[in-house]
């Protein structure tokens, strides 16, 4: 599932989410399966909110791919959940990919030349990788 706006100014999370779907999808990352209630009961002792802006967010990130949606039950019985439909980890990868391969596809050169210029700033693992990496290429060419 592909974010449809990325927030540049902001960090983190908050890059891909509004701060109410942070915390939403932080909660349901950590908790797993929760109903709109136990999510604003969660939310609420923090800083107190209204069980409506809660439903609507959660509703708006089902409809987005973001929560799956699923219910027990028949009318006053019926207990909705909800539940991310990828871990956190999982959406962090999909989206820093989706990211990366756009600029790269857009902007080739320049956007290598900026990842060279931050190797410095790079997990040494991560480095020994790319070197792998680039002698394999290397030795195909």
Known sequence: MQVKKINLNEVGLHR?????ETKIMEILWLKGRLTIKQVHEIIDNESPIALNTVMT????LSDKGH???DSNGKGRNKITY?????????FIIEQTK??????VEDFGSLMVSHLVDN????????????????DMMRNKS
């Open 16 to 20: 891909f989410f509004g701060t109410l």
């Open 57 to 60: 967010v959660m509703v708006r």
């Open 67 to 69: 929560l799956f949606k």
């Open 82 to 90: 909800f539940s991310p439909t990828q871990d956190k980890e999982q």
């Open 98 to 103: 989706m990211v990366t391969d756009g600029l």
């Open 119 to 134: 190797l410095d700033k790079a997990d040494p693992d991560l480095i020994d990788r790319l070197i792998q990496k680039l």
